[in-house]
C-alpha cells in the first residue's frame, strides 16, 4: 500500500483513538501490578503479538544493508526512549487519574515543535497557528472545576516531554526503514528492560498479574502492538509536528470513551476544547505557506551537532 497523505493521517487517528481508550486499561492495571511489571509484561505480549507479521512484510529489495542498519539502529535508539517514557508514564498513572494522565501526555503536542526552536528549526505559522488552538482545547477540554493536580502528574509530564523526542526520533529514521520490524524493536526493548527492573522490585508476582490480566491484554493488543506500530507506518509520511497535531486527540477520544463506555458528561468548555483541537489539526493541513520548512530534520540535526 503507497503511504499518502491522507493514510498516514488515518494511521495517525486510528492510534489516537486507540491511545485514547487505553488510558482506562493504564489505570486499571496500576491498581494491580507495578508500573516496571505492568509496562514490561504489555510491551512483551505486543512484541509477540507482532511476530507473525514478519513472516507477511518482507524487506525491501532495494537499499537492503541501509534500511537493515536504520530500522535496527533507529529501532534501538526509540527504544531507549521509550522505555524511560512508558515507566514514567506508567508510574505517574498509578497516582493521578484517566483525564489528568490523558491532558499531560498530549502536551507533547506543544513540546515536539519547542524542541525544534533548540536547533534553530523554522516551522511554518499555520503550524503553530494549529498547535496553539489545540494547545488552548486542550486546556477547556481537561481543565475543569473538577480538575486538581495529583502526586503522580509530575512523572507523567516528564514522560510526556520523553515522547516528545520518540516522536521526533521516529520521524528521523521512519522514512528509511522497515517499520514492522523497527517497531518490534522498540517495543522489545521497552518489553524487556521494564520486565528485567520488575524482578529484582518484585513487581512479577503472579496474583496481581491475573487481577490485571484484561487491562494486560487489551494494552498489548492495542495501544502497544496496533497503536505504536501505526505510528511508524504514518511517520514515513507525516513530519513529527503534524503528527503530533494528530496523535494529541487522544485525548478528544478519551472523552469520546468516557461518554460511551463511563456515562460522563462534559462540561460545555469540554466540547469547546475538543472542537478547537480539531480546528488545529485542520489548520495546519489546509494553510500551506509557500516555502514551509517543517521538522522532518530536528533529529537529523541534533545527531549532526
Excluded at 495517525?12 to 496500576?30: E, K, R
Excluded at 503522580?152 to 520518540?166: E, H, K, N, R, T
Excluded at 521516529?170 to 520486565?195: C, D, H, K, N, W
Aim: aromatic share 12%; net charge positive; with cysteine.
Amino acid at each position: 500500500m503507497r503511504m499518502t497523505t491522507a493514510v498516514a493521517d488515518t494511521f495517525l487517528l486510528l492510534a489516537a483513538a486507540i491511545w485514547g481508550a487505553g488510558f482506562v486499561a493504564q489505570i486499571l492495571g496500576a491498581n494491580h501490578v507495578g508500573p516496571f511489571g505492568f509496562t514490561g509484561i504489555r510491551f512483551t505480549l505486543g512484541t509477540i503479538l507482532l511476530l507473525p507479521l514478519l513472516y507477511i512484510i518482507r524487506w525491501p529489495t532495494e537499499n537492503v544493508s541501509a534500511v537493515r542498519r536504520d530500522t535496527f539502529k533507529g529501532g534501538v535508539i526509540s527504544g531507549v526512549v521509550m522505555t524511560v517514557g512508558a515507566l514514567f508514564q506508567q508510574y505517574g498513572l498509578g497516582d493521578t487519574t484517566a483525564s489528568n494522565g490523558a491532558f499531560i501526555t498530549s502536551l507533547y503536542v506543544v513540546f515536539v515543535p519547542l524542541l525544534g526552536l533548540f536547533v534553530g528549526n523554522r516551522i511554518g505559522w499555520s503550524v503553530w497557528l494549529g498547535v496553539a488552538l489545540s494547545f488552548v482545547g486542550l486546556v477547556l477540554l481537561a481543565v475543569t472545576r473538577e480538575f486538581t493536580f495529583n502526586s503522580g502528574d509530575p512523572f507523567v509530564l516528564v514522560s510526556a516531554m520523553v515522547w516528545a523526542i520518540q516522536v521526533i526520533v521516529v520521524g528521523r529514521y521512519s522514512p528509511r526503514i522497515e517499520p514492522v520490524r523497527f517497531s518490534m524493536i522498540q517495543l522489545g526493548i521497552t518489553g524487556v528492560a521494564s520486565l528485567i527492573f520488575a524482578a529484582f522490585l518484585g513487581e512479577l508476582e503472579w496474583a496481581p498479574i491475573v487481577e490485571a490480566r484484561w487491562p494486560i491484554l487489551f494494552g498489548a493488543a492495542f495501544p502497544v502492538a496496533t497503536a505504536f506500530t501505526l505510528q511508524v507506518f504514518a511517520q514515513k509520511k507525516a513530519p513529527p509536528t503534524h503528527a503530533a497535531l494528530i496523535m494529541s486527540l487522544e485525548s478528544v477520544f478519551g472523552m469520546a470513551c468516557g461518554i460511551a463506555f463511563l456515562h460522563e458528561r462534559p462540561e460545555v468548555q469540554q466540547y469547546i476544547g475538543a472542537a478547537l483541537m480539531l480546528t488545529g489539526v485542520i489548520v495546519s493541513q489546509v494553510i500551506r505557506p509557500g516555502q514551509r520548512r517543517d521538522d522532518t530534520n530536528i533529529a537529523k540535526i541534533i545527531s549532526e551537532r
